[in-house]
């Protein structure tokens, strides 16, 4: 009964896809498509192919690193805005607010031509091992969207931690679990698995950020399509590519934690 049960609902799902809009749709998409490849100029992306790639990698890496450094900020912050002191708990929500509060633009530029333009003044760090790097723009833009990142996940992580049902601490506790075992084993998994869905769409915000890092000389995906419309004069093309590229990786951000949640299913009680 079971597997006729399962067939069923697996035939209803298939003819769902045969509606009469979704076909129309489907239509409608494959027209544009074939429009757009016959139609519009793509003779330019041989020249510009092997720059594409170290954008598109350039976009990827700045969005892995930002993603996991914003969210070890942001664990800290939570923490310290959930259960932590009046002395942790203010300068966390207060950095949280100015994060949340300001643009992320203003941000990426006070860094980059602020504090940036103040390291040159300073002997000892032109001659230090970091200065090759302070020099470049990367550095600033990793630091801006991590803060970015730490800021709004901070918020996230603050809900998720005064989320986990206080009897499951306590407990852990009367069984005479440490601190440190208690929020590893039972507090910090149960507040991510809670997050885990808004954590999703932080990621894919993430991503949608990272095209100003090219208003600092970053050269990512965006800067390649700024490029090519500045050199070439085309300006359609360019843009289509690149919103396709950044679909793709929003479907991949969205696929992977879809499988996440359903691996990890949200905690409720």
């Avoid at 074939?34 to 992306?45: K, N």
């Avoid at 993603?67 to 939570?78: D, E, I, K, Y």
Wanted: glycine share 8%; with cysteine; net charge positive.
């Amino acid at each position: 009964m079971s597997i006729d049960l399962v067939n069923t609902t697996r035939t209803q799902r298939a003819l769902g896809w045969l509606q009469p809009h979704r076909i129309g749709l489907i239509a409608i998409g494959i027209a544009l498509f074939g429009s757009a490849v016959y139609f519009m100029r793509w003779d330019w992306i041989p020249n510009y192919y092997d720059l594409a790639l170290q954008g598109i990698w350039r976009t990827i890496w700045i969005m892995l690193v930002t993603a996991v450094l914003g969210f070890l900020l942001a664990v800290p912050l939570g923490l310290a805005q959930a259960v932590g002191p009046w002395w942790l708990a203010w300068p966390a929500n207060a950095f949280c607010t100015v994060i949340r509060g300001t643009p992320l633009l203003l941000q990426l530029w006070l860094l980059y031509y602020g504090l940036g333009s103040l390291f040159p003044q300073f002997p000892a760090i032109r001659q230090s091992w970091l200065w090759p790097y302070l020099r470049q723009a990367w550095p600033y833009a990793v630091l801006a969207l991590t803060l970015s990142t730490g800021g709004y996940v901070g918020e996230v992580m603050r809900g998720a931690f005064a989320g986990v049902p206080h009897g499951q601490l306590e407990a852990a506790r009367a069984y005479g679990m440490r601190r440190w075992k208690i929020f590893r084993r039972i507090w910090f998994p149960q507040a991510v698995q809670r997050a885990l869905p808004t954590l999703g769409g932080e990621s894919v915000l993430l991503l949608k950020a990272t095209p100003l890092v090219a208003t600092i000389t970053v050269v990512d995906i965006y800067a390649v399509a700024s490029r090519v419309r500045q050199d070439t004069y085309i300006v359609y093309e360019p843009l289509l590519l690149l919103a396709l590229i950044y679909l793709c990786i929003t479907g991949i951000i969205v696929f992977i934690f879809r499988r996440l949640e359903a691996r990890i299913p949200t905690r409720v009680g």
